[in-house]
């Protein structure tokens, strides 16, 4: 069975661009969460969708926003990027009711 | 405010000895608990994981730990092997079913 795949694997923007990232989840999976990996603060939460609603949602900035397709497939936008805004990207995605994650490899973002 | 906290950023043991790696949380709510190991380049996979209602969790040479009073847990692994070195993150949720809560990581190096 295919695992979760996220595109771009690599990205560089500049200050004040916009960026949009792909999750597609592992089949039958409904769940995708997104997490933003730095090294000084590990693993932090962004939201996680499910029926493409959003059920949960971490303490990020209103630039940061998602949303998920019928097919449940994720993106993740972030618009007026900032330079902390550099870092590896996760998306995880699980079947509900369920505690494991599986994450993808990540999306390399470098705000310049 | 860090819900669940790894204290030791590194960790250097010597190959066929035991690895413990410590983590401790502040949300009474969590009752499920979650090891992840990380390679670079790569996401997070899913180890072992431990409900409230057990004090132990034990899979091959894993054994993860729980001790509710101190609201502390710790991953155990016999005998490490160099496969073994990589950030090891533990994780929290409340019912299975809330957004899952992640240390900062322990990076594990095991040494010959």
């Known amino acids: 069975k295919a695992g979760v795949t996220q595109t771009p694997r690599y990205l560089i923007k500049t200050r004040g661009q916009q960026v949009t990232l792909s999750c597609s989840p592992i089949?039958?999976?409904?769940?995708v969460s997104w997490y933003q990996q730095t090294p000084g603060q590990g693993l932090q939460f962004l939201f996680e969708?499910?029926?493409?609603?959003?059920?949960n949602k971490g303490n990020f900035p209103g630039r940061f926003s998602g949303r998920q397709f019928s097919n449940s497939r994720s993106e993740m936008n972030v618009s007026t990027l900032e330079l902390g805004d550099s870092a590896l990207y996760l998306c995880?995605?699980?079947?509900?009711?369920?505690?494991?994650?599986?994450f993808g490899p990540g999306t390399r973002l470098t705000v310049l | 405010d860090q819900q669940v906290k790894q204290n030791s950023p590194s960790l250097s043991v010597q190959e066929g000895r035991i690895s413990i790696l410590n983590c401790d949380y502040t949300?009474?709510?969590?009752?499920?608990f979650l090891w992840y190991k990380k390679y670079p380049a790569e996401g997070p996979t899913f180890l072992i994981s431990?409900?409230?209602?057990?004090d132990k969790n034990e899979d091959g040479r894993f054994t993860v730990f729980l001790n509710k009073s101190a609201k502390h847990l710790s991953l155990h692994i016999v005998p490490s092997q160099p496969g073994d070195s990589a950030v090891y993150f533990c994780?929290?949720?409340?019912?299975?079913?809330?957004?899952?809560?992640f240390g900062k990581g322990t990076r594990l190096h095991i040494l010959p």
């Open positions: 995880a995605s699980r079947r509900l009711y369920t505690d494991t994650q599986y």
């Open positions: 089949s039958g999976h409904r769940s």
């Open positions: 969708y499910f029926s493409e609603t959003q059920r």
């Open positions: 949300n009474s709510m969590f009752d499920y």
């Open positions: 431990i409900s409230s209602i057990k």
């Open positions: 994780a929290a949720t409340r019912n299975r079913d809330d957004k899952i809560i």
